[in-house]
Each structure stands twice: as structure tokens, then as C-alpha cells.
């Protein structure tokens, strides 16, 4: 098991940006894809973003694509999810999760049972 922890949430104005870190700790982070869903109140969990063991490979959910960047940084054991041009549905709570498989297979990665470990949620909230 990977034990995750975000930060990063927060409240911004429409338009603003904002950087969601997640640290991992436990084995060892960079056998594992990593992705970030999130769930709005009274909605679904919905997927975000993945990327692969290396950070070579991304894929991200249409409603996200051109605004959000995933990264990570497998020294520090941390993937990031920079978020700009905020608009008020991407309103959530958003966790990241580690992956049971190293690389991104669409049909799989962008489902969340195939994630193993989950962070607890750190939440964002953007006013228009």
C-alpha cells in the first residue's frame, strides 16, 4: 500500500490557478501511475488525469484538457496537479490515487477501481 496525502486546495476567483500537490509514502511511488479524480457534491467521482511511472505519459478527461497539467517528481515522491483557468464546475473535492499498473491504458487508468490507495481529498472551490 501507498499511503497519499494532498494539499493545495483552496478557494479561488474564476480564471485563477492553483497547484495541488500529493505525497506519497509507503512502497515505492515510482512503480505506479498516479492520477487525480475528483467528486463535486451529490455527483460521481469523475476522473481527472493520470500519468505513467515515468511522467512521459499523460491523459487527461476532456473537460480538463489544455487547463490542467499533471506531473511528478519521483525523488520527492509527489505528483502535482497544476490547475489554470479555473472555472466554477471544476468545484470538488479532489483526490489523488496510485494506480495498481505502472503505465496509462485509457480504458483502464481512467477508472477508479483500478487505483489501489487514495489520499484523503483536499478540497477546491471557485467563485464566478
Known amino acids: 500500500q501507498v499511503q497519499l496525502v494532498e494539499s493545495g486546495g483552496g478557494l479561488v476567483q474564476a480564471g485563477g490557478s492553483l497547484r495541488l500537490s500529493c505525497a506519497a509514502s509507503g512502497r515505492i511511488f515510482s512503480n505506479y501511475a498516479m492520477g487525480w479524480f475528483r467528486q463535486a457534491p451529490g455527483k460521481e467521482r469523475e476522473f481527472v488525469a493520470a500519468?505513467?511511472?515515468?511522467?512521459?505519459?499523460?491523459y487527461y478527461a476532456d473537460s480538463v484538457k489544455g487547463r490542467f497539467t499533471i506531473s511528478r517528481d519521483n525523488a520527492k515522491n509527489t505528483v502535482y496537479l497544476q490547475m489554470n483557468s479555473l472555472k466554477p464546475e471544476d468545484t470538488a473535492a479532489y483526490y489523488c490515487a496510485a494506480n495498481r499498473y505502472p503505465d496509462i491504458r485509457v480504458a483502464v487508468t481512467t477508472t477508479s477501481r483500478s487505483y489501489t490507495s487514495w489520499g484523503q481529498g483536499t478540497q477546491v472551490t471557485v467563485s464566478s
Open positions: 500519468i505513467n511511472w515515468s511522467g512521459g505519459t499523460t
